[in-house]
Each structure stands twice: as C-alpha cells, then as structure tokens.
C-alpha cells in the first residue's frame, strides 16, 4: 500500500433476522428449505395481497439500534423502493427511507491496542428479495422465492474506518453482537450478512473525501478486507498516473480477487421511493423502547475490555473468549460461582473444551459438562491438591458424566502427593537410575532437568508434585 | 313465482326466509336474466353459474336442515372482476390478466361466503379500475341499461350495470376516485363508497392503494345497507382496517344540518344536473333538513393532487406484471428486458400505460417534491377543510358526477376532460371519508339518471343512510329501468 494515501472506508451491511416468520406474512423464516416452500401469495407479491408487518422485527431492530446506541424513531415509517429485477416479485421492496428505525449511534471496536469509534449512520428495516440460481445446465435463472420476504436490517456506517483491518474488525464485532443478542443466525457463508463497501482514498493529512465508489456482493470477512485493499490499490494507481476516479458502483468477485464495474454514477436507478401506503405509520411505544434497552447484554467489545481489567487476562485470551458467546457465556458463568480464577479458567475454556468443542463439532453449551463440575475441578487444581496432567484424567470423566471431581479424584487416586519423604524416594531412584543424563546436567546442560522430573512424574504415575521434584532434584544432584 | 330476479334483496330474504321460494328458483331465474340480457348490456367478464347452483342448493339443504344461515344467506350477487375468488379469473378486464385464476379468496369474497351469499359472477369494470366511463375494458364493455349507445360509468361499470339491468338485486364495486359512485349515478342506482378501512382490501388488486375502498351498489337503500353489514368491519389482513360496525341507520333528517358547498356547482356542472340535485335538496329540507351553505376551498387543487398520488401508487402497483410468473406473456423473451418491455407493452391499455408514465414522472428524482409531495400536502389540507366543515354540519351534499351518460367515444381523445369530471368524488377518497351516491331525476336533456352525494364523517355512514333512506321515501322509491 502505497503510504501517501490514507483509506477511508464505510460499511452497508445487510443482516437478515432470525425471527420465526417472514416480515409481512406467516411464512416460515428459515435457511436451506426445499425450494419455493416458504412461500405464500404474500412473499409471492401476486396481485391483491397486502402486508402485514410482523412486530417482532421492529423489535429485533430496535434491540441492534441500543447495542449500536443509536436514536429510536418512535414514529416510524415505511416505503417502496420501486426498481424491476426477476428477484423482486412486487417489483418494489419494502424499506425505510427518509425515517430509519434507528439512527445516529456508534459503535467502538478494538484495533490493535487502540479503542476506535465508528459513526453508524442509520439502521432501517426491510425485506430481503428471492434467490436467483444461474443454472448453466439449461443455460437459465432458477427463482427461489424462500428467501423472499425474510426480515433483514441494514446498518450504514459512517465514513470512518481507515483501513481494510479496521472494517474487517468493524463487521466481526457486528456479528458478534447480532449473535449476543439472538437476533441474526449472522452466517455469511449463508448470506445472512452480506456487506456493501464504500471505499475512497485521500492524501494523508487530507480533510477532504477523496471519490467514494461502492464494492457490492461482499460475503466473507476476508472478502471484505481483499475488496478494500484491492479496490483502494485500483483508486491509488488510477490517481498516480494522473488519472481521475468516478463515482460508481462496482461488483467484488470473491473467487478472481478483483472487482468490475457494474455501472456508473449516470446509470444509478431512480428508485421513486414513496411512502408504502398498505402499512400505515404508527408509534412505537416508549416502554417497549425502554423495556428492549433494559434487556440489552453485555456486549463483546465491553467483555473484552472486563476481561482484561478485571481479570487480568491478556488481550488476545479475553477477545478470543468475548467475539464467542459460546465461550462467554459459559466463561461468565464458572467466574459467577466464586470458586475459581480467571486466569486457569480462561486456559481451560481456551484450551480443552474448546478443543473437545471442536471435535465434536458442538458449542461448549451442547457439551454435557457443567460449569459446577469445572469449576471443582479447577479449584483443585488451584489448591494443590491435583496436578495439571491429574486433572486431565479428570477432565476426560466430568466432559460427558455428571460426577463430582472430588469423588473421581478419591475414586482413581488422582491427589497429588507433597509429601517430601515420600517424594524424596522417588527422586533418588530416579537418580540412579540415569547416570548420564545427571553428568549431563553437572556439565552445564541444565535443560535435562525437565526430563528427570519428568521421569519422576511418571514413576508417580502423575501424582507427585511436579514444583516439589524439581526443587528436590536440583537439590538433591547439587549435594551429590 | 314471476320475475324473481327483480326482486329486491330484501324481497328475496323475506321469501326465502317464509321458505315460499328456494335459493335455486332465485338464482336460476337470475341466471336466465342474465342470459337474456346480458348480450346487450355486457355486465360481466365471467359466469360463475355452475357453483352458483350447487352453492344455491347447499344454502337451501341448510336451511331445510334448520341449520344456522348468513345474513345474505341464498340471494345472488355480482363482484367486479378486480375482486379474487377462488378458483375464477381475476381479469381487471385486462389482457395483462385475462387468463389469471385467483388461487385465493379476497377477505370481502369470504365474508360474502360467510353470508351464505350467492356469486353468480364477475362484472366487467375500466381495465385496472381506471376509468369513469367503462370504455377501458379490454373484455365485456359494459352498456347503460336506460341507453345502450351510452356509458354506464366507470371503473365499476359492470356491477352497476347488472345492478341497474335487474340481473342481481345487488353487487360489489371497488372506488378509487369515484369508481363505484360514478357508475351508480350514471345507471341510477345507489353506490357506497365506505370510508377508508371500513371494508378489508386483501384480495382486491390495488389501483391506488391508499384511495381503493369496496362498497356495495344497489337499487335500493335497504339492499345497499344490507350488502354493507355483511363486508365491512376489520381484517387482520390489511393493516389499514379499523375495528368497525355498522349502527343501522334511520329514515328521519329533522334537525340534521346539511352543508352544501359551493365550490361543488360550479360552472363545469352542467345545468341539468345542478337543478336536480338542487331539487333533491329541497326535498330534504322539506323533510325537516337544517341546509347551509359551507366552502371547502381546496377543491380546486384536488384534481390535480388525486391524480399524482393515484398515478404514482398505480405505477407501483403495477410494477409486478412483468410476464415472470403470471399473466400474459410478452412477444419478445430473449432476454429479460425485452420480456418486460413487450410484456408490458402488449399486455396493457393505453389508458394503464399513460397512467404508468405519470406516476413514473411524478415520483422521479428532482419531480418528487415538485409533485408527489405537494400532492400529500394538498391531500392534508383537502383533509382538514372536511374536518372543519364538520364541525357545523352533519353531511355534505353535492352533484355525484358533474355529467350525465355521455355515447361511446365521444370524449376518446380528451382524457383530461373525463379525468375532470372526478371532481365531485375524488376529495373524498384523498380524505378517507364515505360517501354515496343516490339517484335523483333524469338530465332534461337526454333522459338519463342524475346521482347526488351524500358525504358523511368518517365512518358515519350511518348518516349518510340515513339521509338516503329519508330521500328514498320521500321520493317514493328510485325509478327502475325496464329492460
């Protein structure tokens, strides 16, 4: 990237809800159903049909509109976006234009080691379109009316990321949040966000905006942060050899890394927006406002900032657990009980479950562990009384048994022994029997210390306290 | 029994209900008016006579059975072609939709199911419901019954039509601007436009969706009011129905105040029509109406603010038929675009198309708040004038339509003079209020009916029934044309 330049990016990102039914009808909102099944004459815009708005995506709306703290217009409106396209079956959509459901908010995410505020302009309602399939088989376009009328938001960010690596954190805390607040399945390999990326390019210290042009079909996070840097490279190599950029609109294909023009400013649709005039305004109450910000969690970027202040984990360990709600909310829920640390507990649900998760292709919740047993368990590991390769063993049973670590550690002998005399024998067997690697370690190489506790451990059989061999073995060769 | 078919609704109820005549004998006598006549007056589009009987005959087993019955249980109506019934095509009288089969019922259709009610078919109307004169059809054209070289007024041309010919004692028309009470004044029968959200518009293909409204036309107040009751009220599906019912209505006027405004005779009513509906109001005060003169100086821009908005909703409306997934299918398929130029292009009427094109223009970038938004404002102040002026009066009385049954095609050509004659009924629909049309003479000229209007507050047709019903005694009932 050439460094005379600076980026300035916004983000239009559709995200589509995941409320039980469709925005204007009874249809079924769901993904991957049999073809032209979640459909009604409604969804089907056959003529005489009228909308009926489903309450539960304004809720939905307005519940992202706090998390963004935006500004809830009460009195709210809708209308028709007119264009003609074989996905539209009304040959308009229904949205929100002059009055958006929420407006003005920000939204702050985490770059690097900086705190960044970025604008949200506006975030409106409406209904997403049918699914064109091209079928090169029969040389045609398949409709699939299903996805006709699902309920969608669309957030419009103000011109205020500076760089792909900002957008792409932008549009992962986005996620993260419509996924904390139940409100989006938020899959992009499903479609369900979709990101349109308004990007321009400035020369450093510049106040003014460079030629805004739009890069739309964006539908992976790294989709969203190549379409940026490939497009900003295009405007920048344009202006260097004295070229001048237009306002246009251009599409990103994931698969070839580039964009191409799809058209230009003259060639913008007219959408003839008018107020839609089968849905009558209407108020929102102010208690359902109030009562949806009341309910609104803890959000990632504030987890993320409380696991590092408050419990002292590093960055990285508290984003990796905050962007996850799986994580958080089970991480959340083993520090509620008071009976463990932060630090050894992050490293459990970091390290084992997750892997365990994964494995199993599951959330941490789908897993019969429970956080009571967990915490136990760390608990004794904190306290001495079992060893990290002991609670292992123990961490295998209570993953898929209810059974009390306590119980399991008496049950297999798992206690951890610190008992020096008892130690003190091992160790001097141990001694003996490796001759060489004790000149090795009396000749400078210490580093095979770690395998002669390790030896010690496994005569153990895990149970010796691992500090206590090592303090002993080194001892234990120097008085030799 | 004779003539069952020119029995009123009303008639009909008490026969059926005394068990003298059956729903078959009534309907099969209507169906061989229709027959008969239909030849010459062109009401409908399509008969629907086969399960008309069948449903007759259900009607009557119920009743024999002393099963519960629908308020219309076993009389036969007509619906406009706009209007879906399950399993009949929803023509429009288009060729854009001449061979589409509604896979649904409208919330009206299912309440008139409900009534027990009997379809006997789906009249013929201006093609997309734009029209006043019926003449836009591209199916039936229908005829005025009382002249059959003249119009019989539009859009609900048919229903008034079938109306008027004593096919049915009574039928649904839809009213955008003037649709339903147009065609009732030209034929001489009474229309009722309801106020908006009285009656459910699922079902019913929009013209301009914040103006459309189904009512009921009929020859006779008491039929009318009957028809009514048994389609209004809320419906979970359209968003735009009020909780809503029907308090009867009276037949006494003493000590109402009638409001006549005077920017509603002006010069572009023709004389014969200003003196009749003058002497129906003379008639009313004589029956004990308090008459005073009130202004609503706005209606000089309503003309122009109505058909903005309409064009503009109608545009939008209309969007959808693009030879896609129904409806007629363009010449040219190549490719997706020239499927939408040619569907559009052959699939419909000049009149929808001029219709397309100024809602396009009007809501265009850069004409929008020159035209579409001063029209919604006009619309606000029309609102408001109404609201003011009643607070001192009850009803407002004007001319129904500023004309009388003109030939056919002796105004093709000049649209803006027919687009003019809305006048009278158009400021209605742009403030949402009721209205009705009741006949009241015959244009001295030419011999045919004159209609006057009765406009009442929102969702006070009650009034306005009751004034009708007061006219309709005092006159001794409302001529009906031999045919």
């Known amino acids: 990237m050439n460094n005379k330049y600076e980026i300035v990016v916004g983000l239009e990102v559709h995200a589509e809800l995941s409320t039980k039914t469709k925005i204007f009808c009874g249809c079924k909102n769901e993904f991957g159903a049999e073809v032209n099944t979640n459909v009604c004459p409604v969804c089907m815009g056959l003529p005489g049909t009228l909308p009926v708005l489903n309450e539960k995506v304004v809720e939905y709306g307005i519940r992202m509109g ?3 703290n935006c500004t809830i217009n009460r009195a709210t409106k809708h209308d028709r976006k007119n264009y003609f396209y074989a996905d539209l079956p009304k040959a308009y959509q229904t949205t929100q234009d002059d009055v958006p459901l929420c407006a003005n908010g920000y939204l702050d995410i985490l770059v690097g080691d900086e705190t960044r505020r970025i604008g949200i302009t506006r975030l409106h309602i409406e209904e997403d379109t049918a699914k064109l399939i091209h079928a090169d088989e029969f040389g045609g376009t398949l409709i699939d009316f299903n996805r006709c009328g699902v309920p969608l938001i669309e957030i419009v960010s103000e011109p205020d990321m500076r760089s792909a690596e900002e957008a792409k954190v932008y549009l992962e805390t986005l996620r993260t949040i419509l996924l904390y607040l139940g409100i989006s399945d938020a899959k992009m390999q499903e479609g369900s966000i979709r990101a349109d990326v308004n990007v321009s390019v400035r020369p450093v210290g510049s106040k003014e905006y460079g030629v805004r042009v739009e890069t739309k079909n964006v539908s992976s996070f790294s989709g969203v942060y190549n379409a940026i840097v490939y497009e900003a490279n295009r405007q920048i190599e344009v202006l260097e050899n004295g070229g001048e950029l237009f306002q246009e609109t251009r599409r990103w294909d994931d698969a070839a890394g580039k964009n191409v023009l799809m058209r230009s400013k003259e060639d913008a649709q007219d959408y003839r927006y008018f107020p839609e005039p089968d849905l009558l305004g209407y108020v929102i109450p102010e208690e359902l406002v109030e009562n949806l910000k009341a309910e609104l969690p803890e959000l990632p970027v504030q987890k993320t900032l409380r696991y590092m202040n408050e419990c002292g984990l590093s960055r990285a360990d508290a984003e990796t657990i905050a962007l996850s709600k799986d994580k958080a909310v089970f991480f959340d829920a083993c520090m509620a009980t008071g009976k463990c640390g932060p630090k050894l507990l992050s490293n459990w649900v970091l390290g084992e479950i997750t892997r365990v998760a994964n494995e199993r292709r599951c959330e941490i919740s789908e897993l019969p562990l429970t956080v009571e047993n967990l915490v136990d368990m760390i608990a004794l590991i904190e306290n001495k009384t079992i060893s990290n390769a002991a609670a292992k063993t123990v961490f295998e049973i209570i993953v898929d048994k209810d059974e009390k670590p306590a119980d399991i ?26 001759e060489k690697a004790i000149n090795d370690y009396k000749g400078g190489r210490t580093n095979v210390l770690g395998f002669l506790v390790g030896q010690c451990m496994k005569q153990s059989k895990g149970q010796g306290n691992p500090a206590m061999f090592k303090e002993m073995m080194i001892a234990a060769i120097e008085n030799s | 029994m004779d003539k069952l078919y020119s029995l009123s609704a009303k008639s009909m109820k008490e026969l059926l209900d005394k068990k003298e005549v059956s729903s078959v004998e009534i309907t099969k006598s209507v169906i061989e008016r229709i027959e008969k006549t239909d030849k010459d007056v062109c009401a409908y589009n399509s008969y629907n006579f086969e399960n008309a009987l069948k449903n007759a005959e259900a009607v009557d087993t119920k009743r024999a059975n002393g099963e519960a019955l629908g308020a219309l249980a076993g009389i036969p109506l007509a619906v406009k072609d706009n209007i879906h019934v399950k399993g009949l095509k929803t023509t429009c009288s288009s060729r ?18 409900a009534s027990d009610a009997i379809i006997v078919g789906k009249t013929t109307m201006d093609e997309f419901a734009m029209g006043s004169s019926g003449e836009s059809s591209k199916l039936a054209v229908a005829k005025n019954p009382w002249d059959t070289s003249r119009i019989p007024g539009g859009s609900s041309s048919g229903s008034a039509v079938t109306v008027a010919a004593s096919q049915v004692p009574f039928a649904m028309g839809t009213d955008t601007g003037g649709s339903i009470r147009m065609p009732a004044a030209y034929t001489g029968i009474v229309g009722l436009k309801p106020t908006y959200g009285t009656v459910s518009r699922y079902g019913i293909i929009p013209l301009a969706s914040s103006f459309d409204q189904a009512g009921p036309m009929a020859r006779n107040v008491d039929d009318l009011a009957m028809l009514f009751n048994a389609v209004c009220g809320r419906d979970k599906m359209d968003a735009v129905t009020k909780n809503y019912t029907f308090d009867g209505y009276g037949d006494s006027v003493k000590g109402m105040k009638i409001g006549v405004p005077k920017e509603y005779y002006g010069e572009g009513v023709q004389p014969a029509v200003k003196e009749r509906v003058y002497a129906a109001i003379e008639t009313l005060k004589a029956q004990g109406a308090e008459i005073m003169e009130i202004s609503l100086p706005s209606t000089e821009y309503a003309l122009a603010a109505y058909y903005i908005i309409q064009c503009a909703e109608a545009a939008s409306n209309l969007g959808r038929y693009d030879g896609l997934r129904y409806g007629f299918r363009g010449s040219n398929t190549s490719n997706v675009e020239d499927l939408y130029l040619t569907t559009r292009s052959e699939g419909f009427g000049d009149e929808v198309k001029r219709r397309i094109m100024l809602g396009t223009c009007v809501l265009s970038s850069g004409y929008s708040d020159a035209f579409y938004k001063r029209a919604k404002l006009l619309q606000q102040n029309i609102a408001k004038e109404f609201t003011d002026a009643f607070k001192s009066c009850d009803v407002i009385i004007t001319p129904s339509i500023a004309l009388t049954a003109w030939k056919f095609g002796e105004k093709a050509g000049n649209p803006a003079e027919v687009y003019a004659a809305d006048i009278c009924t158009i400021t209605l629909n742009i403030a949402g209020l009721p209205g009705m049309s009741v006949p009241c003479g015959f244009d001295s000229t030419n011999n045919m009916p004159v209609g006057f209007q009765i406009i009442g507050k929102k969702f006070r047709e009650s009034d306005i029934l009751t004034v009708a019903k007061c006219y309709e005694n005092a006159v001794g009932g409302f001529a009906v044309k031999e045919f």
Request: hydrophobic share 50%; proline share 2%; glycine share 2%.
């Open chain 1, 66 to 68: 706090h998390a963004l």
């Open chain 2, 96 to 113: 854009m939709l001449e061979n589409f089969v509604a896979p649904f019922n409208a919330t009206v259709t299912d309440k008139l199911n």
């Open chain 1, 409 to 434: 550690v008496k049950a297999k002998g798992l206690a951890q022994i610190s008992d020096s005399s008892a130690l003190q024998t091992i160790v001097d067997s141990v001694i003996a029997a490796n």
